[in-house]
């Protein structure tokens, strides 16, 4: 079945998400930041050049654009998984212009964006210092807007994980909205030079190797 004939079908379902791209399965091999993000939006890029050449292209681009879920790898490095969260945004919603959506159409379908915590964060040795590498990747993730967070089993790397390791994973994004409020400033990283200039920094690393 073709990602055109699947938005199609789904129109009359606008929470479905009707296509995926996900990108930890590099980050766990070594990609970097710029790599990780290129090969997303690279992979937007086909899946758009796909859709684009039937009857209802640009109608349908509008639509893979409101109905795309991007899956996106965290990390213990807060600042670079803030900037890396805020980027993907800038670099889709360039991809998105190129394709002839103005700002009114790419604001009527804002990213789909989760945030998944890497398999590569974890360690084997001392599985407890996990839950602190899962609560820092979390924050990151909320601060920088992702919509949905998958933090890992602290317990995850040693096999099948355990019921108090889920149960920990899940009550971290709890422990964080309802008792930090991190859900009720909207962009707190907005207007920090430093965080700015990395996410501008690692946009034109990932927008270049993205051209290659």
Not at 10 to 31: E, F, K, M
Not at 56 to 66: D, M, P, V
Not at 96 to 121: F, N, Q, S, Y
């Amino acid at each position: 079945t073709s990602l055109a004939s699947i938005l199609t079908e789904t129109q009359g379902y606008p929470q479905v998400n009707a296509n995926s791209i996900d990108t930890t399965q590099y980050v766990d091999a070594g990609a970097s930041d710029a790599d990780e993000l290129a090969m997303a939006i690279a992979t937007f890029a086909e899946y758009l050049r796909a859709i684009a050449h039937g009857p209802e292209g640009t109608h349908l681009i509008r639509e893979a654009a409101a109905r795309t879920e991007w899956t996106i790898g965290v990390s213990v490095d807060q600042f670079a998984t803030i900037s890396k969260l805020r980027t993907i945004r800038v670099l889709r919603n360039r991809v998105l212009e190129v394709c002839g959506l103005d700002a009114a159409e790419r604001a009527a379908a804002p990213i789909r964006l989760h945030a998944r915590m890497t398999d590569r964060d974890l360690t084997v040795v001392d599985p407890w210092v996990n839950l602190l590498r899962g609560t820092v990747a979390c924050f990151a993730a909320g601060v920088a807007g992702a919509d949905t967070v998958t933090i890992q089993p602290y317990d995850a790397r040693l096999g099948l994980p355990s019921d108090l390791a889920r149960r920990m994973a899940r009550n971290t994004q709890r422990v964080l909205i309802e008792e930090s409020r991190l859900a009720e400033v909207q962009d707190p990283a907005g207007g920090s030079w430093y965080v700015e200039d990395r996410s501008a920094r690692l946009a034109e690393a990932a927008w270049a190797r993205f051209q290659e």
